[in-house]
Structure formats: structure tokens, C-alpha cells
């Protein structure tokens, strides 16, 4: 049984986050891009895909 929330971005919208950041982009114009928090952004970067 799977808890809490669905994830609000796909895998590969997930891999897009993490290129874009290691290429340089801010964390404040990805939260932008992809309307999410700077909580959600962090998460996503640090999570290892389930």
C-alpha cells in the first residue's frame, strides 16, 4: 500500500530538474519553471528515484 501524496512531476521531468541544476540553473527559477517550492525542489534533487 502506498502512502501519502502522488508525486506531482514525472521521472523524467525529475531528470530534467536535476540536469538543469547541475548545469547551473537556480534553485529559485526552477521553482518557477516547475511551480513548485523550494522544499519540493531540494526533495527531488536529494530523492533517489522509488
Excluded: P
Aim: glycine share 6%; net charge positive; proline share 0%.
Amino acid at each position: 500500500v502506498a502512502f501519502g501524496r502522488k508525486r506531482k512531476m514525472t521521472t523524467q521531468q525529475i531528470e530534467e530538474l536535476r540536469e538543469r541544476r547541475k548545469e547551473g540553473v537556480l534553485i529559485k527559477t526552477l521553482m518557477a519553471d516547475y511551480n513548485l517550492s523550494k522544499a519540493s525542489v531540494y526533495r527531488y534533487l536529494g530523492a533517489d528515484d522509488d
